[in-house]
């Protein structure tokens, strides 16, 4: 090979391994410059990333705060400095155990010297509240979140978030006694401290079943006041009011410990005796209570008089339940108040006889109800906001064929007794329809009509399908139709599955209101508003008519009309009696009552002579 080929080819070896060199170099160069482009990349996404976070904690409505791990404040928040009432450079390098604490609660300066975060500690894992104090002197609630990260060097901080909850928890506070009052008018009279009918149904009940283990004898002493009405006429209610107190003292102390003594309405009394034997025990305990019962009340410098006359009733084989010796018990004080007052009459055969006569009267009431003899009346409602008239609720009445016309409370439990509540409410139902349909025929179209619903209808199989029958018959918008369930209707295992809470869901899925009637004396839970969908409540009237002196009824009133406000629902107040009771309710936010301050119930043909009396930019909920 010739001298000028063979430098021909190591040229061309020394020229490639060059270029081959000078390719891995190039892309070396690539990837220096690809990763010095990746760093600025990612600094400079770590700057905005870092000036997020500034923005964030800096504009932050929570407080922020950052502490070594022996508590002291390394970076504070402005939002931070604010909850506190302290410039920063107050903040940083103390333990806030030195300045966020109560004096009464602060630890001693070797506690603080000595405190430490515990990042396995499983309280630093949950919210915690705390009470704290800012600059001021004002204490608030703290809710505090924790968690620890380490920083650049690797040190462990503490990482706190605080949030001013005192408006929160005031709120539940108010909420939570106004429940527990709630619960204790459950359970109580409010005025005297005895048990109210509820509770002593309920303690009458299991005493008869523990007579009937044992066998004693349950005695029962329905109790009256004898001239009550005297002293509240003449003395005013005040008077009567103590008098009540006063009685309710007496009684207290003239029984037993194992009785219980009642106040179930009015001036009337209940005493439960269990253990008893014969009709002589009860005697001796019924003519002591009497006697307790004289003794005067001191009024005003005077000693007004007092008595009682007692009905008594001792269970027996016979007796089937506490309501059986309640209403033998009833029968035997209208005989001793037939006889004169201050005294004892016992259940026996003679008012035996005398119940056979009331039980003719429910025949007379069975045979109204089968042949539709029942009648309506209807009470208007009022907006107080506009002063328009809303609507009507039905009001079942009976015309007796020799004792007239009768009010529900004369005549409702007995309909009870005889398992006819469903047919009344039932005709009382179809009743409010009418009435309904001929208000829409007559320019009246935008007032709504309300009716009553016992359990027993609710639970009855043909109330849906003929309630929704009626309305589309008579061609009447479904959002004009309210049922009106008494909060008593709640009691039991009420769930979305039960029968009742399964027609409530069903009448409101077809478009129905559903209000819960007499709200605030039964036995509803609070939290069953938070899944049944009613639309709203009325006021039990018992609350109403302690409005305007009784702290105690008007705080409870506020509360529910803050709550139904604050869940959406609507709020009626029934038994408004008075101008200022009207005025207090509208101060405190109702917007809606009704009660014979406003009209009594009206007879069907009389509703539409009172509305055209009315000022006819008031007839209508329209206008």
Known sequence: MSFMVISFLVLIAVTSATAALAWRLWCALREVR????????????????????RMAAEHANDGIVIQEMDGRVVWPNPAYCRIMGLPRTEIVGRNPLTYAVPARDRPDEAAIRAFRYHPR????????????????????????????RRDATGRENAILVCRDVTEQIEREERLHQATQELRIRATHDTMTGLANRTEMMRVASEALRQARTDGTRLGMLHIDLDKFKEINDTHGHAAGDSMLVHVARLLKDGV???????????????????????????????????????????????????????????????????????????FALYEAKRR?????????????ERQMAEQRRALELREAIEFGELECHFQPKLDLVTGRVTGFETLMRWR???????????????????????????????????????????????????????????????????LV?????????????????????MLGALTADSPQGRVIGDLATAGFNVVLDDFGTGHAGLAHLAWMPVTGVKIDRTLVAGLLTDTTSAKITRAIIDLCHDLGLGVVAEGVESAEAAACL?????????????????????VFA??????????????
């Not at 007004?304 to 309501?323: K, M, N, Q």
Request: proline share 5%; aromatic share 6%; net charge negative.
């Open 34 to 53: 690809a990763d010095l482009h990746g760093t600025r990349v990612d600094l400079v996404r770590q700057l905005r990333e870092a000036e997020y976070f």
């Open 121 to 148: 500690d499983p309280s630093t894992q949950r919210l915690q509240l705390f009470r704290n104090v800012r600059s001021d002197g004002t204490e608030f609630w703290n809710q505090i979140n924790i968690s620890f």
């Open 256 to 330: 037993r410990a194992d009785d219980l003594v009642a106040r179930i309405g009015g001036d009337e009394f209940v005493v439960i005796c269990p253990g008893l034997r014969t009709l002589d025990d009860l005697r001796g305990i019924a003519g002591g209570l009497v006697a307790n019962a004289r003794r005067p009340l001191a009024w005003n410098d005077r000693q007004l008089p007092v008595g009682a006359s007692v009905g008594a009733a001792l269970s027996g084989p016979e007796t089937r339940d506490a309501d059986m010796l309640l209403q033998q018990a009833d």
């Open 340 to 352: 004169g007052r201050g005294r004892v009459a016992v259940y026996d055969e003679t008012l035996h």
């Open 400 to 466: 007796h064929p020799t004792e007239g016309l009768m009010s529900p409370g004369s005549f409702l439990d007995l309909v009870g007794d005889l398992g006819l509540l469903a047919a009344a409410d039932l005709g009382s139902m179809g009743m409010a329809l009418d009435l309904k349909s001929r208000l829409d025929a007559a320019g009246h179209s935008g007032l709504g009509i309300a009716f009553n619903a016992s359990t027993e209808l609710l639970t009855h199989p043909d109330f849906v399908p003929r």
């Open 469 to 489: 029958h009626g309305v589309e018959g008579r061609r009447i918008p479904r959002a004009d139709i309210t049922i009106e369930v008494l909060e008593t209707t």
């Open 586 to 606: 509208r101060a405190m936010g109702c917007p809606t009552i009704q009660g014979f301050w406003l009209s009594r119930p009206l007879a069907e043909a009389d």
């Open 610 to 623: 009172w509305l055209d009396a009315r000022d006819p930019l008031l007839q209508t909920g329209t206008g």
